[in-house]
């Protein structure tokens, strides 16, 4: 079923062992793989798992009616090149856009990672809520956002603002909360599959070997579109768990080429999977810390698999209900913002402190698929200057995090 390839060649394999030795990069304990151990025959057990494993799922997975939680890291920064226009601009500028961006990136270079606690509620593909909450100080105070789609409604709701979406007539611009499924996906996938997820498509598996004492090595390659020499070849190395019937995936390092036939190769990204558990009340297998380093041997992202919490009494239910003003949400608690959208109506409620509500149209400009960015800030109520400050870090904080060099596809 796998094609096996004799050998690498000698500039691929000294580019691994350079990336295998340094200590920030070693596996933990419990997955090391030995050395000096003959090959053994593929047990067919693992060859089953390992092509199970490189099947791309199509869908959210099923959690039951339970919420996940996990947190996630990130400690890039832009490096220095971009730290020093960053240091030379932003001093003695309090109004500076990229003050706060530049905060964050300086603790994040001092060893501080951005932490950003997230719980997901998932019924299916068309009904699910990820809640995140923002804990830098750049942000204010207990600053969160919580995204909930379902066929019927669609909200958004942070701390200050409520909007309130109907999907069936389309997202404008700038307020497709549907589009942010595929961030949810990503990291759950992440933690389940030790990082194995992110290279699933249209790999090549060119060997997959295995020792007495149950460790696994495997060579997978993808294709250029300009010739059929690899464009990039992933080592991922795990260990078989025989009382389990699975294999944990432990380490991927991608090596690329910089042409097809190319004499030296270049070492890519590396995802550590450490500490595999069995989450009792999902019964699945989870890395509960999933390491991912970018091109630069720098670490990017972390991500850390908290666990399952069970929903008793219809709580998994009401996590998706519209919140109401003075109510009780599920998750967040009491319900107090100072404005509450709904695009639906046509209607934004403003509530004022002294205790009066004023109703307002919401100019149709602003509910036209064109509306852009601008008027999401408008529509979704971050009107103060802290609450624009909030979205503009997370947005750009965003951006950086979608071009990172740390993708291991």
Same mark, same amino acid.
């Given at each position: 079923m796998?094609?096996?390839?004799?050998?690498?060649?000698h500039?691929?394999?000294?580019?691994?062992?350079?990336?295998?030795?340094?200590?920030?990069?070693?596996?933990?304990?419990?997955?090391?793989?030995?050395?000096?151990?003959?090959?053994?025959?593929? *047990?067919?057990?693992?060859?089953?798992?390992?092509?199970?494993?490189?099947?791309?799922?199509?869908?959210?997975?099923?959690?039951?009616?339970?919420?996940?939680?996990?947190?996630?890291?990130?400690?890039?920064?832009?490096?220095?090149?971009?730290?020093?226009?960053?240091?030379?601009?932003?001093?003695?500028?309090?109004?500076?856009?990229?003050?706060?961006v530049?905060?964050?990136?300086?603790?994040?270079?001092?060893?501080?990672?951005?932490?950003?606690p997230?719980?997901?509620?998932?019924?299916?593909?068309?009904?699910?809520?990820?809640?995140?909450?923002?804990?830098?100080?750049?942000?204010?105070?207990?600053?969160?956002?919580?995204?909930?789609?379902? *066929?019927?409604?669609?909200?958004?709701f942070?701390?200050?603002?409520?909007t309130?979406?109907?999907?069936?007539?389309?997202?404008?611009?700038?307020?497709n909360?549907?589009?942010?499924?595929?961030?949810?996906?990503?990291?759950?996938?992440i933690?389940?599959?030790?990082?194995?997820?992110?290279?699933?498509?249209?790999? +090549?598996?060119?060997?997959?070997?295995?020792?007495?004492?149950?460790?696994?090595?495997?060579?997978?390659?993808?294709?250029?579109?300009?010739?059929?020499?690899p464009?990039?070849?992933y080592?991922?190395?795990?260990?078989?768990?025989?009382?389990?019937?699975?294999?944990?995936?432990?380490?991927?390092?991608?090596?690329?080429?910089?042409?097809?036939?190319?004499?030296?190769?270049?070492?890519? *990204? +590396?995802?550590?999977?450490?500490?595999?558990?069995?989450?009792?009340?999902?019964?699945?297998?989870?890395?509960?810390?999933?390491?991912?380093?970018?091109?630069?041997?720098?670490?990017?992202? +972390?991500?850390?698999?908290?666990?399952?919490?069970?929903?008793?009494?219809?709580?998994?239910?009401?996590?998706?209900d519209?919140?109401?003003?003075?109510?009780?949400?599920?998750?967040?608690?009491?319900?107090?913002?100072?404005?509450?959208n709904?695009?639906?109506?046509?209607?934004t409620?403003?509530y004022?402190?002294?205790?009066?509500?004023?109703?307002?149209?919401?100019?149709?400009?602003?509910?036209?698929?064109?509306?852009?960015?601008?008027?999401?800030?408008?529509?979704?109520?971050?009107?103060?200057?802290?609450?624009?400050?909030?979205?503009?870090?997370?947005?750009k904080?965003?951006? +950086?995090?979608?071009?990172?060099?740390?993708?291991?596809?």
């Open positions: 796998f094609r096996k390839r004799a050998a690498l060649h500039h691929r394999l000294a580019i691994v062992l350079f990336w295998l030795v340094p200590a920030c990069f070693a596996a933990s304990s419990g997955g090391q793989s030995s050395t000096g151990t003959s090959e053994q025959p593929i *047990p067919a057990a693992l060859e089953a798992w390992f092509e199970a494993e490189l099947v791309s799922p199509t869908k959210l997975p099923d959690y039951g009616k339970n919420r996940v939680s996990w947190i996630r890291e990130t400690h890039r920064w832009p490096g220095e090149a971009e730290m020093a226009r960053l240091a030379r601009e932003v001093p003695g500028h309090p109004d500076h856009p990229e003050r706060q530049f905060g964050i990136y300086q603790r994040r270079r001092a060893g501080q990672p951005t932490r950003t997230r719980t997901a509620w998932i019924a299916d593909n068309t009904t699910w809520r990820l809640s995140e909450s923002f804990t830098d100080p750049e942000f204010t105070p207990n600053s969160f956002w919580d995204k909930v789609v379902t *066929p019927r409604h669609a909200i958004s942070d701390h200050g603002s409520i309130i979406i109907d999907p069936t007539e389309g997202y404008p611009i700038g307020q909360l549907a589009s942010i499924v595929g961030e949810l996906f990503e990291n759950l996938a933690m389940s599959s030790g990082g194995l997820s992110q290279i699933r498509r249209d790999v +090549v598996v060119e060997s997959l070997q295995a020792d007495a004492q149950g460790d696994w090595r495997a060579t997978l390659t993808t294709k250029s579109t300009s010739g059929n020499a464009a990039r070849e080592l991922v190395t795990g260990r078989w768990d025989a009382t389990a019937n699975r294999g944990f995936t432990e380490r991927i390092s991608r090596i690329d080429q910089a042409a097809p036939n190319a004499a030296i190769a270049k070492p890519g *990204p +590396v995802a550590i999977a450490k500490d595999w558990k069995l989450d009792p009340i999902l019964n699945l297998w989870f890395s509960e810390r999933t390491e991912i380093y970018g091109i630069e041997g720098r670490l990017d992202h +972390v991500f850390i698999f908290e666990g399952a919490t069970a929903e008793t009494n219809g709580t998994f239910d009401r996590a998706f519209i919140p109401k003003q003075g109510s009780q949400d599920s998750f967040r608690g009491e319900v107090k913002v100072l404005i509450y709904d695009l639906r109506t046509g209607k409620t403003r004022l402190p002294d205790g009066r509500e004023t109703i307002d149209e919401i100019n149709s400009v602003f509910m036209s698929p064109n509306s852009g960015t601008s008027a999401f800030l408008r529509i979704a109520g971050w009107t103060t200057a802290g609450a624009i400050i909030c979205f503009l870090v997370w947005y904080l965003r951006r +950086v995090s979608q071009h990172s060099s740390s993708k291991l596809n």
